[in-house]
């Protein structure tokens, strides 16, 4: 559920675009009784209140209560860069209340040691500590290995597989590449706080970003859009599974709810005809027949391609982050 763009941090390739000085916010008011009408027709299983920076909207109290009440028995996020700790502090009991969970998305090691510290003074002892590794941590562990791997070395499949390899190995990796299964779990892996009084904090690194749908010439500042062939864009796609609650309306994904209000905001070099393929799109409401909603859901769950698919890059390599602090200056409408 999208709720600003707005956002205190500038991550370079954002790809809701918060990294630029977007402006706007929902009201939980103003899609209420939309939501209210979701509720009835269907059920779901996971939230993620998220923007830009969700602390940032002054209504996010609004949302936490609402979605609660409309959807009690689904897990319920918060996803936030970790940055707005005192807002958090100051909503804790109601946070509790709605058994709400926060996830902190880490986008900088150098934000990080901050974010932590300011977590310790939320959460109540003794706390619960669980270290989660999914399949992308795997992919990223076996290229990193692969990377620095020399001449005789033995496989290491899994962070886990670390500690059998010869001792001499084992201190190359940490002393001269930084690699080793503590700081696999610090900097990779998926961290789970639970404190005391039952207050969940999810921890995840979010610090390699690829290209974004929205590109800048850096001679000419220039803002363009990719032209990708949208089969090939959706096979590569890692939002393809991440739909997207809109004022209300669903949205198979970030770009395609977000481009029309981002080309208002900024001067955008886009054609009259990929202007249209930009509006046409027609996000779900739930006032649909149920068949024709039933059909959207199934082609949301198939992750297939739509027109709009053309907007975004086909092909990507993930980037660390350089800088989350300071937005491009492009020219606004």
């Not at 977007?22 to 209210?36: N, T």
């Not at 770009?255 to 779900?284: G, R, T, W």
Request: some cysteine.
């Amino acid at each position: 559920m999208y709720i600003t763009n707005v956002c205190n941090l500038a991550c370079d390739n954002c790809n809701r675009f918060n990294n630029f000085a977007f402006k706007g916010y929902q009201r939980w008011k103003d899609s209420e009784a939309i939501y209210e009408k979701w509720s009835k027709v269907c059920d779901i299983d996971t939230f993620n209140i998220m923007g830009g920076e969700p602390f940032t909207n002054p209504d996010i109290l609004s949302y936490i209560r609402g979605v609660r009440k409309l959807w009690p028995k689904s897990k319920i996020y918060v996803v936030t860069n970790g940055t707005h700790m005192h807002k958090i502090r100051n909503m804790i009991d109601d946070l509790r209340e709605n058994d709400i969970r926060i996830k902190i998305s880490l986008h900088s090691r150098q934000l990080a040691q901050k974010i932590e510290s300011d977590l310790d003074q939320i959460l109540e002892s003794p706390v619960s500590t669980t270290h989660v590794i999914r399949d992308y941590h795997l992919e990223g562990w076996k290229k990193g290995y692969e990377n620095i791997r020399g001449m005789g070395w033995p496989d290491c499949p899994t962070p886990a597989d670390f500690i059998s390899l010869p001792q001499h190995i084992q201190d190359e990796c940490r002393d001269v590449f930084g690699i080793d299964y503590d700081s696999f779990l610090k900097y990779e892996a998926t961290r789970i706080l639970v404190d005391a009084k039952g207050l969940l904090f999810e921890i995840n690194w979010c610090d390699h970003f690829h290209k974004s749908a929205v590109k800048i010439d850096p001679d000419s500042n220039k803002v363009t859009l990719h032209d990708s062939d949208p089969v090939k864009a959706a096979e590569v796609c890692d939002q393809k599974f991440c739909h997207n609650f809109n004022n209300g309306y669903l949205y198979k994904c970030g770009p395609s709810a977000l481009l029309p209000e981002f080309i208002k905001q900024f001067k955008v070099e886009v054609s009259d005809e990929d202007m249209d393929i930009i509006n046409s799109y027609q996000p779900a409401s739930p006032d649909w027949p149920i068949d024709r909603l039933q059909t959207f859901l199934d082609g949301l769950g198939k992750g297939s391609h739509i027109p709009q698919c053309k907007f975004c890059p086909q092909s990507f390599n993930s980037k660390r982050l350089s800088n989350v602090t300071v937005k491009p200056k492009i020219d606004r409408r």
